[in-house]
Structures are given as structure tokens and as C-alpha cells.
């Protein structure tokens, strides 16, 4: 599966902006998805995740309250919706998915990343 990130942007503190992932292949529902960050000098981490049917999801505590993971199997897309932004949120995203089953919070997860999207919050 290929994988492409698109919404990024700039977005002031407290705002909303919901990132887009939409990948190409026949097999997308098969696919755990995932969103991961990385801010400058600092290693990639875990956002959010989603399960190939959309029933489970799993956030980062960072995150947990204010982003939401979602999916449409159907367009063969998985969204990020980011509301009540804040500075530190400011990192390239990335989207990635796996049919493994590891533990679906690490990089290493995942077999399939596409290029990220930068967000940037201003303060």
C-alpha cells in the first residue's frame, strides 16, 4: 500500500485542523493505521492509531482528549482530527500502516509510511 499525508498547515494555538491520509492499493481495509510526529531534534513518536475496521483506536497520552483517529474504508483514507492545538504539537506527520500485530505504539510496527505533512502551531 502507498501511502500519502496531506492537511498540513499553520494553525494558532487553541485552533483545529484535521490531517488526511489517503493510500492506494485494494487491501486498505486490511491495514492497522497509524499517525506519528516528529518535532525538530526529537525522534519520532506515537499519536494515535486505528484499528482495519475503525473499532479500536489507541492515542498517546499527549494527545488523548484532543486529537481523534478515524477511517473510511470506502476512500481508502484515515484522518486526524486535531482541535485545541498547542505549540509543542508543531512536527512533521506521518501516516503508516501494518497487517502485523505488533504493539501497534512503535515505529517499528509499521511496514508502510508515506511522506509526512508539517504542522505548525503558532503561539
Known amino acids: 500500500v502507498q501511502l500519502q499525508a496531506y492537511g498540513g498547515g499553520l494553525v494558532q494555538t487553541g485552533g483545529s485542523l484535521r490531517l488526511s491520509c489517503a493510500a492506494s492499493?485494494?487491501?486498505?481495509?486490511?491495514?492497522?493505521m497509524g499517525w506519528f510526529r516528529q518535532a525538530p531534534g526529537k525522534e519520532r513518536e506515537f499519536v494515535a492509531t486505528?484499528?482495519?475496521?475503525?473499532?479500536?483506536?489507541l492515542y498517546a497520552d499527549s494527545v488523548k482528549g484532543r486529537f481523534t483517529i478515524s477511517r473510511d474504508n470506502a476512500k481508502k483514507t484515515v484522518y486526524l482530527q486535531m482541535d485545541s492545538r498547542k505549540p509543542e504539537d508543531t512536527a512533521i506527520y506521518y501516516c503508516?500502516?501494518?497487517?502485523?500485530?505488533?504493539?501497534?505504539?512503535?515505529?517499528?510496527?509499521?511496514?508502510?509510511w508515506g511522506p509526512g505533512t508539517l504542522v505548525t502551531v503558532s503561539s
Open positions: 492499493g485494494r487491501t486498505f481495509s486490511n491495514y492497522r
Open positions: 486505528i484499528s482495519w475496521g475503525g473499532g479500536s483506536t
Open positions: 503508516a500502516g501494518t497487517v502485523r500485530g505488533a504493539v501497534p505504539t512503535t515505529p517499528n510496527a509499521y511496514d508502510y
